[in-house]
């Protein structure tokens, strides 16, 4: 039977733990990695409902793309959401893993899925590690001619966005290439620019990175949640090639903290 370890491998082949930025914890968050696993629940946070969920499926482990633990607990009394996460996960025997800004920097990572969801082509790395240029944060590429107004409203559709946060002031009419980053990308519109992207398509974009680049690229704040849904079903994927008979599900009960009216 297939353990924790196995499970951590396979995602580590994919994702090696050495392309995580210095601030991340990726890995194993709770648990013995030699625990023998039945199956596996595939979520993006960690939240109460999530373990409950994974209980009443009967997983034994957790998969997620934000670590539950980014840093050390001082007391584990079940006073916070996460205390009371371990101590339940602890007491179930549910292991938790997390691959997070690796999966990011990986080659077919959460980028690379971002940019065939919009069907970009001649894909290459926005931020690449040095030494390497197929790994590293963002993705460039080209994309079908297309007006601004229809490439924004195909985002907005393709990734279920309610609310679409976009640079008005952007003279750009036709978008040909497209910058993307999970999660939160502001840091890496400066290189979009340098590399001739028409248009970035990622999340937490503040307000004073609109009134500072807004002139000069179409900047598609998409939310941080919404752009990195994806992360399941690259877990999924990433498992299936190896174990095909491993059961996994998609988590249920996890939505979106940010509401919208």
Same mark, same amino acid.
């Given at each position: 039977m297939l353990k924790v370890k196995d499970i951590a491998a396979t995602i580590e082949d994919f994702a090696p733990k050495m392309l995580q930025e210095s601030y991340d =914890?990726? %890995?194993?968050? /709770? %648990?013995?990695?030699?625990?023998e696993v039945s199956a596996a629940l595939l979520c993006l946070d960690v939240t109460e409902d999530v373990i409950n969920e994974a209980i009443e499926r009967h997983c034994n482990l957790i998969i997620s793309h934000h670590p539950l633990l980014f840093k050390g607990l001082k007391e584990v009394t079940g006073r916070t959401a996460t205390e009371r996460i371990v101590i339940k996960a602890i007491k179930e025997n549910i292991a938790i893993y997390s691959a997070h800004t690796n999966l990011d920097s990986a080659w077919e990572g959460v980028s690379h899925e971002i940019a065939h969801v919009l069907d970009l082509h001649n894909l290459k790395v926005l931020e690449p590690k040095p030494g390497d240029p197929s790994v590293g944060l963002g993705v460039i590429g080209d994309v079908q001619p297309t007006p601004k107004i229809e490439f924004l409203r195909n985002i907005k559709e393709a990734f279920k966005v309610k609310c679409l946060r976009y640079s008005a002031q952007c003279p750009q009419l036709v /978008?040909?290439? /497209?910058? /993307?980053? +999970? +999660?939160? %990308? *502001?840091?890496? &519109? *400066?290189?979009? &620019?340098? =590399? +001739?992207?028409d248009i970035i398509v990622t999340g937490d974009v503040k307000y004073h990175d609109f009134t500072t680049f807004g002139l000069d690229i179409i900047i598609a704040d998409i939310g941080h949640y919404e752009s990195e849904l994806c992360t399941k079903k690259i877990f999924s994927k990433i498992i299936r090639e190896k174990y095909p008979d491993f059961v996994t599900y998609f988590a249920e009960t996890e939505t979106n903290p940010i509401k919208y009216m």
């Open positions: =914890n990726a %890995g194993l968050q /709770v %648990g013995d990695p030699d625990m /978008v040909r290439k /497209v910058a /993307v980053c +999970g +999660g939160a %990308g *502001a840091s890496l &519109i *400066a290189d979009a &620019i340098a =590399n +001739g992207a």
